[in-house]
């Protein structure tokens, strides 16, 4: 195997679909592709759409300004437009896997634990993005110990040293917070005309939240403030059908007429309400597993538009957010301290202006571009050390592509990667959205 100028991303299949996670994976790719010649991103498909690559309801959907190579694998009859919350498809990792070994030259990245594991399992190199924390003597955790796991690139500094303390070699870690593509938000749109164009009224006082409508995310902190403050107007963006009629019973029975649920938009049409806003919330609940490890998408996204943004003050959302500096932080769960930061941003407009202008010039290092510029340094320079050290100059890399890694891939049993996941938090794959 020659010093690989090429990746290949391997996708967990569900692209497209609401979660969050498969907006990273498409803007990451997006960027991937603007440094990297030869790159392509996997996903599931069927027959039809296999030879069809990206399509202009794909490139919508994730807002996407340029195409790059999208090759969907034919596991189903029939595609949908946008996956379902609960996807899961053994027989696209497996296939992925396999299509990989037709790359012989080209880097693997994923996020998808059941296919570094595949992967692993015939020795063929790979790098890792992990979102989770991992726990000890788990079937991942033995993920971690593999030489053939050349790199891990995570989101905070929490996970990384949870890696480490299993046996991860620092040298084959990365932390990457998360990140925008600024392009998105351009042009810059004014807050009365964003309004007009989207019949809001133009003297309202606007809080918005873009995101699920889970309880971990704090959106019972938002039905809170919404009591305490009927003054202002509440726009909750985001979330699957049957989350959104959940909260909307529970509006109905509280009689609250000032939040308004809009549902999951694409990418494109989330834009105009954020500079519609007037302030930008990220009430995160301490009480949920990966809080004080998330990188939250939106959080880049608010920072983008410079809008004042009042966040939860947790560990990793504080490596990014400075109290009265680049937003104003709230205790989480705590709708009263909401409800103090938002007071004072309306009372303040000085304040409310400096941490907008500031949070908007520091989110310019936290684009895509910058984010996968890093991690294909790493990537280059892990893949070097690992053939240096691990297959001398004078012998040729394996060839992965055989009888042997096709059996062993299509027979092996993924359920235990993902039952271990169900187990450490089961609502990892139906409630809680990993970005």
Known sequence: MAFSKSLIYLSPGNLPSQWAHTVQIAKMAQAFSRKIKDFELVTSGDLLSMGQGMDAEFQDWYGLKECYKLVRLPVHLQSQLLLPQNYRNVLYYKLAVIYSLFKEDSLVYTRTSEIVELLLKIGKPVIWECHEPIEKDSLRAKLLKDRNLIGVVTISSQLAENYIQLGLDTD????????????????????????????????????????????????????????????????????????????????????????????????????????????????????????????????????????????????????????????????????????KAIVDLFENSHLATTIAERAFQDVQNFTWDIRANRIWQFALARFQEFKNTTYPSHHQMTRFLNLKNLYSILTSDLDPFFQEVISQDKNSYNSVDRP
Request: hydrophobic content about 45%; charged content about 15%; overall charge neutral.
């Open 172 to 339: 084959k870690l990365l932390m990457a917070h998360s990140g925008v593509d600024l392009n998105s938000f351009l042009p810059v749109l004014d807050k009365n005309l964003a309004r007009q164009n989207l019949s809001l009224a133009t003297e309202a006082k606007i809080i918005l939240y873009s995101g699920h409508l889970y309880d971990s995310k704090g959106i019972p902190t938002i039905l809170n403030l919404a009591r305490l403050m009927p003054d202002c107007q509440f726009l909750l963006l985001g979330g699957w059908s049957t989350d959104v009629n959940r909260v909307k019973k529970n509006l109905q029975k509280e009689g609250l007429l000032n939040v308004s649920l809009i549902g999951h938009l694409p990418q494109s049409e989330l834009v105009p309400y954020l500079y519609a806003a007037d302030i930008l919330i990220l009430p995160t609940s301490q009480s949920w597993n990966l809080a004080e490890v998330t990188s939250p998408l939106k959080l880049f996204e608010y920072m983008a538009v410079g809008k004042p943004i009042v966040a939860s003050a947790l560990p990793n959302i504080m490596t990014v957010l400075r109290d009265r500096e680049n937003a104003v932080l709230a205790d989480p769960d705590n709708p009263i301290s909401f409800q």
